[in-house]
């Protein structure tokens, strides 16, 4: 089964609020982790990625948020703009770091 | 700076035909990896690859599809006698190796639109 997973396949904001995306992973071992945004007839878009020796990056109007405790990502979005609806997909490297392993995705909309 | 290029951008099949998809990484990258998508779902790893060597190839299926990366030209995913069941988005990423395989980053082409009639 996939290793990292999320809660919420589809997430609704307006326009100007804060965005968060949550993610859940079950490999212990992970120690790498990436968000990717994806619009329409794209290719993944990097965002922001962490290690598991940080439990907090910033980025331009991203945070990356992991907790090793309970195993969780989130993906924070200030200030949420209509070009930010898109899917957003988690993604942690397996042990050998050979591959990076997906989860299902998060569509977000963003409503004027 | 080119990014990850991928051609064709679309490509139409008929089951029984072959189809090859290419890829060329970004400047400076020498690994390669493949995944597939279909509608509404994640991204599924199928092959990584340096160059001249395949390092993983678990997520590939074992009939029909192989992959190579030459030492020169772009790496190629070839699926012979195609079905309906392969039509899906494949996408080709790079990264650059200098730490172990994914764990640098991987950067994505725009994929190639597989549909088989």
């Known amino acids: 089964g996939e290793s990292v997973g999320l809660h919420l396949p589809t997430l609704s904001v307006q326009e100007g609020d804060n965005s968060i995306i949550n993610c859940a992973y079950s490999n212990s071992a992970s120690d790498y982790f990436i968000w990717y945004k994806q619009e329409s007839g794209k290719g993944p878009q990097f965002i922001i990625d962490i290690r598991s020796n940080m439990d907090k990056r910033q980025g331009q109007r991203v945070t990356v948020l992991l907790n090793k405790t309970v195993k969780h990502l989130s993906l924070q979005i200030a200030a949420t703009q209509p070009g930010d609806s898109a899917v957003y997909f988690c993604a942690d490297a397996n042990n050998a770091g050979n591959m990076l392993t997906f989860g299902g995705g998060t569509r977000l909309m963003v409503k004027p | 700076n080119a990014g990850v290029m991928q051609n064709p951008r679309h490509l139409v099949r008929r089951r029984g035909q072959e189809a090859r998809l290419r890829c060329s990484p970004m400047?400076?990258?020498?690994?390669v990896y493949w995944y597939r998508q279909l509608p509404e779902e994640g991204l599924k790893f199928m092959v990584y690859l340096q160059k001249e060597n395949i390092i993983d190839e678990s997520g590939m299926p074992k009939e029909r599809f192989s992959a190579e990366f030459p030492k020169e030209g772009p790496s190629i995913l070839r699926i012979q006698q195609v079905v309906r069941g392969d039509s899906a988005a494949y996408f080709c990423?790079?990264?650059?190796?200098?730490?172990?395989?994914?764990?640098?980053?991987?950067?994505f082409g725009s994929g190639t639109q597989l549909s088989v009639l």
């Open positions: 400047k400076g990258h020498s690994h």
């Open positions: 990423a790079s990264s650059p190796g200098l730490t172990t395989g994914a764990r640098d980053g991987l950067f």
